[in-house]
């Protein structure tokens, strides 16, 4: 079964410190997505890839970067870690063409002090 | 730009009973409309979606939603709920065009079944 793995899954940082989440897939698609969940936002894009090489900004970017150095691997990194990212980060992936379908990591709790 | 709204944060039922679960979404156009569910400490699953023909579309676990494009709607329905329906339901809209489309989500609907 397909399958999307996020790393570390519980991640306490501190102001200002730089934080990289994670995320692997094997499922050989060629967009990926980073969205945080914070309540009463449900899920908010803050950046995807349509592959290999390729970063595009989502509807939250700043104070975050992306890197897609292979199909597999899509990091999330926060430079300078405020406590406003605390949240729950979500890492997906979907097909190119086709109809839409998202498959979810299980999440990273984030937690910046 | 699209967006999505769930008007109910909080849904409360007893099991046995029915359910429905609103969402209503912004697209100009016919859009991709999901419904995902989320148990507590895991990740997003597709519950059903729905990309043409038949407005009522099934999915897992005995769920259903119906598209009404008249009315901008795709509400959730399940005949009778378990407790283990409990989770956070979270509607999702995409655009058609090139198919490389964000989802935008709504505020999601957390449901509590009681015995």
């Known amino acids: 079964e397909a399958a999307v793995t996020q790393s570390p899954r519980n991640k306490v940082a501190v102001t200002g410190g730089k934080v990289t989440l994670s995320c692997n897939q094997t499922n050989n698609h060629n967009n990926m997505y980073w969205y945080r969940q914070d309540t009463g936002h449900g899920l908010r894009l803050i950046h995807y890839?349509?592959?290999?090489?390729?970063?595009e900004k989502g509807d939250i970017p700043d104070g975050y970067k992306a890197s897609r150095p292979s199909q597999e691997n899509f990091s999330l990194i926060l430079e300078l870690a405020t406590p406003s990212q605390t949240s729950v980060y979500f890492c997906a992936s979907g097909e190119s063409g086709g109809e839409n379908t998202l498959y979810f990591g299980a999440g990273t709790r984030l937690s910046v002090l | 730009a699209q967006s999505v709204t769930q008007p109910d944060a909080r849904v409360t039922v007893s099991e046995g009973a029915s359910l429905q679960l609103r969402c209503k979404y912004s697209?100009?156009?016919?859009?991709?409309l999901f419904w995902y569910v989320q148990y507590p400490r895991q990740g997003l699953q597709l519950l059903l979606k729905y990309y043409s023909g038949d407005p009522v579309v099934q999915g897992v676990n005995g769920f259903e939603a119906e598209f009404i494009k008249s009315n901008s709607s795709f509400h959730l329905r399940k005949a009778s709920v378990h407790w283990s329906d409990s989770a956070v339901y979270f509607c999702a809209v995409s655009g058609r065009a090139g198919g490389n489309n964000k989802l935008t989500f709504g505020q999601g609907t957390v449901l509590s079944v009681i015995p």
């Open positions: 697209y100009s156009g016919t859009p991709y």
């Open positions: 890839s349509y592959g290999a090489g390729s970063t």
